[in-house]
C-alpha cells in the first residue's frame, strides 16, 4: 500500500471528529488537531500524524491522559502565573498558557506562565509562533520522559528538553528556532522506524557504551533504559556535547522547579509495578512585547535585516543557499499548501482510529 494524499480539510475534520469521539471537547479538538497537523505543515514529521494514535488516543484510551482539560491557575502575579493541567490535552494546556503569557506581555511588557502535570503538547514552535504573531518574542521549553545520558554517563536521565524561541521579523515569516537539546529525539527515531531505515551513528548509545543504529531495537532499548539519546554535540566532550547536556539541564529546571513539578525519572510513565502512569510533563511559555522596547515595527526590521544579511553571507564551496531557523519550515508550508502524503504505517493507524471508533469517514486508500 503506498503513500496516499489526503487534503488538509477532509484530514482536519477527521483528525478533529476522532478526538471528539475520544472525549475531547469539539473546541479543545481544533485546537489538538491544528497543533498535531501544524507540525505536517512545517515538514515535522516526527511530531504530525505518526503520533496521532500512538501518543494522544493511545494514552487517553490508557487513562493516563484526560481528554478533559482542566486548567487551573494556582498562583499568580500581574506577569507571571503557575497552572496544573491534571493531565489533560497537553496542546490546549500549551494554547492556554501562551495566551495567558502573550496577555500579560501585552498590558505590562513581559509575560511568563510555569505549567505542571501536563501531558505532550506537540511542537514547541507552534506555541513560540502564537506570540511572533502578536508582535512578541516567544520562548517555550518542556521536559520529558528520560532519554538524554549526560557527558560520559550512559544512563538514560534527560528528556530530549526543547528550548524554543521565536522572533517576529518583517519577512513572510518569523525567525523559529525549534530543536531538541539531543543530537535526535525519540519521534524522529520512531518515524525512521516507520519506514524502515536505521538511526544515524552517533546519535544513540547504549547502557554499555556501544553505538546503537538498528530504530526498532532502539525504541525498546530507551523504554528500558538500555539506550540513551546523545546530548546535542554528540557523545562526550570532544564536539562540545557537554553545552547540549547543559542546555537540556536548564529546560529541565524550567520546566519542574519554577512550577513544582516531577523532573528526571519520575517523568517515565511506568509505575513501581510497571503499569502505565500519567507522565506528569511540565512547561513554561515566556512572551515579550517588542513594543514595549524599540518598537514592534522596528524590531521586526532590525530582525529581518539580520536574518537577510546572513543569508546573504558567501556561501560554502558546494552549497547555493543559506538558511534562517524557520525558513526551510516556511518553504514546506507553500510546498503542502494543499494536503499531505501519508504513509502507510499512519494509513493503517488512522483506519484503526476510525474503525474502533466507528466514524463514518472514507479514506482515499479504502
Known amino acids: 500500500m503506498p503513500s496516499c494524499f489526503l487534503e488538509w480539510g477532509p484530514l482536519t475534520r477527521f483528525i478533529t471528529d476522532a478526538f471528539v469521539g475520544c472525549g475531547v471537547p469539539r473546541a479543545d479538538a481544533e485546537i489538538c488537531a491544528d497543533v498535531l497537523l501544524e507540525s505536517d505543515r512545517r515538514g515535522i514529521e516526527s511530531h504530525g500524524v505518526n503520533r496521532f494514535k500512538p501518543i494522544y488516543i493511545d494514552r487517553i484510551r490508557a487513562g493516563i491522559q484526560q481528554p478533559v482539560t482542566r486548567f487551573e491557575i494556582v498562583k499568580e502575579t500581574a506577569t507571571t502565573a503557575v497552572a496544573d493541567g491534571h493531565h489533560g490535552m497537553g496542546q490546549v494546556i500549551g494554547h492556554k498558557a501562551m495566551s495567558l503569557a502573550i496577555a500579560k506581555a501585552k498590558e505590562y511588557g513581559m509575560g511568563m506562565v510555569a505549567v505542571r502535570n501536563s501531558t505532550h503538547y506537540g511542537i514547541a514552535g507552534y506555541y ?31 528528556g530530549t ?69 546523545a546530548p546535542l554535540g554528540g557523545v562526550g566532550d570532544e564536539m562540545a556535547g557537554y553545552k547540549g547536556y547543559g542546555y537540556a539541564t536548564v529546560v529541565e529546571v524550567l520546566s519542574a522547579a519554577l512550577q513544582q513539578g516531577q523532573f528526571l525519572h519520575a517523568l517515565s510513565g ?97
Not at 511572533?132 to 560520559?152: H, K, Q, V
Not at 557504551?209 to 538500555?226: E, F, H, M, R
Not at 560554502?316 to 508550508?333: C, M, N, Q, W
Request: hydrophobic share 35%; net charge negative.
Open 128 to 158: 513560540a509562533t502564537m506570540a511572533t504573531r502578536e508582535g512578541c518574542i516567544g520562548m517555550t521549553g518542556t521536559n520529558a520522559r528520560p532519554s538524554i545520558a549526560p557527558t560520559f554517563g550512559v544512563e538514560n536521565m534527560l
Open 161 to 229: 528538553n526543547p528550548l524554543t524561541f521565536g522572533l517576529p521579523t518583517d519577512e513572510p515569516f518569523p525567525f523559529v528556532l525549534d530543536c531538541a537539546t539531543s543530537v535526535s529525539q525519540r519521534g524522529k527515531i520512531e518515524y525512521y522506524e516507520r519506514i524502515g531505515k536505521d538511526t544515524p551513528a552517533g546519535q544513540v548509545i547504549g547502557r554499555d557504551g556501544s553505538v546503537l543504529t538498528d530504530s526498532a531495537y532502539i525504541l525498546k532499548a530507551l523504554t528500558q533504559g538500555q539506550a540513551a539519546l
Open 270 to 366: 511506568v509505575g513501581p509495578n510497571g503499569s502505565k502512569r500519567p507522565y506528569g510533563l511540565g512547561h513554561f511559555f515566556l512572551a515579550i512585547d517588542t513594543e514595549a522596547f524599540s518598537g514592534r515595527k522596528e524590531f521586526e526590521h532590525t530582525c529581518g535585516e539580520i536574518l537577510r544579511a546572513l543569508r546573504a553571507s558567501e556561501k560554502a564551496p558546494g552549497h547555493d543557499r543559506i538558511f534562517t531557523a524557520g525558513e526551510k519550515e516556511y518553504l514546506v508550508s507553500l510546498e503542502r499548501k494543499e494536503g499531505l502524503s501519508i504513509n502507510e504505517a499512519v494509513q493503517k493507524e488512522l483506519s484503526t482510529v476510525r474503525d474502533d471508533l466507528k466514524m463514518d469517514f472514507p479514506f482515499p486508500w479504502d
